[in-house]
């Protein structure tokens, strides 16, 4: 099974801060790439998805992309404790299979 | 609601016994995944089904896992004489398919404690 990779934090922010998650993954191959969010005690939830190089934004968050170095990461802007939660990075293996990292856990600080 | 359903949200069993998970999904949606989540790890991919066949089930452990899926819907993953290394949360997700293939939607998920 192909790797995907992340730092398990806890990553600490203060409020109003930008928060930087980032993820490598193995299979060069993957084609689509996804953000999760799982609160403690919650289910995962998507809030990004991305399959180009490069950036795409919605709202507050940012996901870019870059296959030539098998990196992928989220931006959160202006971070509120709200947005405290386990980030998940998923990676598609084949055509229907995604493969979840570890997660990284944020905190942000009021 | 219109979301994932799952049931039991809690199991507690004995070492050896046989439990049914059970995961209703969105109306609609063809694709249907178990996960299975342990403590402060990611989602690990059991098993895929995209109409009533399971078209990926590299991620069962072992043949004491077993899910099925007869109409295409609702599916129920099968554990027979449980050990304690299965304590869990089994996640269900489902997706509607092309061109949406990788946006999973999870139900809550069925805590599994094997004593």
Not at chain 1, 45 to 61: P, Q, T, V
Not at chain 1, 98 to 110: D, E, P, S
Not at chain 2, 99 to 109: D, M
Request: glycine share 10%; with cysteine; charged share 20%.
């Amino acid at each position: 099974q192909k790797e995907v990779e992340q730092n398990s934090g806890p990553l600490s922010v203060p409020e109003g801060a930008i928060a930087s998650l980032n993820c490598t993954y193995s299979d060069r191959g993957s084609q689509s790439f996804f953000w999760y969010r799982q609160y403690s005690g919650k289910s995962p939830e998507l809030i990004m998805s991305i399959y180009s190089n490069g950036d795409k934004e919605d709202g507050r968050f940012t996901a870019q992309l870059n296959k030539a170095s098998q990196y992928v990461s989220l931006l959160i802007r202006d971070s509120q404790p709200s947005d405290s939660a386990t980030y998940l990075c998923a990676v598609n293996e084949g055509t229907y299979k995604y493969i979840f990292g570890t997660g990284t856990r944020l905190k942000v600080l009021a | 609601g219109a979301g994932v359903s799952q049931t039991p949200s809690n199991k507690v069993t004995e070492k050896g016994k046989y439990v049914e998970l059970r995961c209703d999904p969105i109306s609609g949606h063809t694709a249907l995944y178990w996960y299975r989540q342990s403590l402060g790890q990611g989602p690990e991919f059991l098993i895929y089904f995209q109409g009533t066949g399971a078209a990926d089930d590299s991620g069962l452990p072992n043949d004491r896992f077993f899910a099925v899926r007869p109409e295409g819907s609702v599916s129920t993953l099968k554990i027979q004489r449980t050990e304690r290394g299965d304590s869990a949360v089994y996640l269900c997700a489902s997706s509607p398919g092309l061109p949406r293939t990788g946006e999973l939607f999870f139900g809550e998920g069925s805590r599994l404690t094997v004593l």
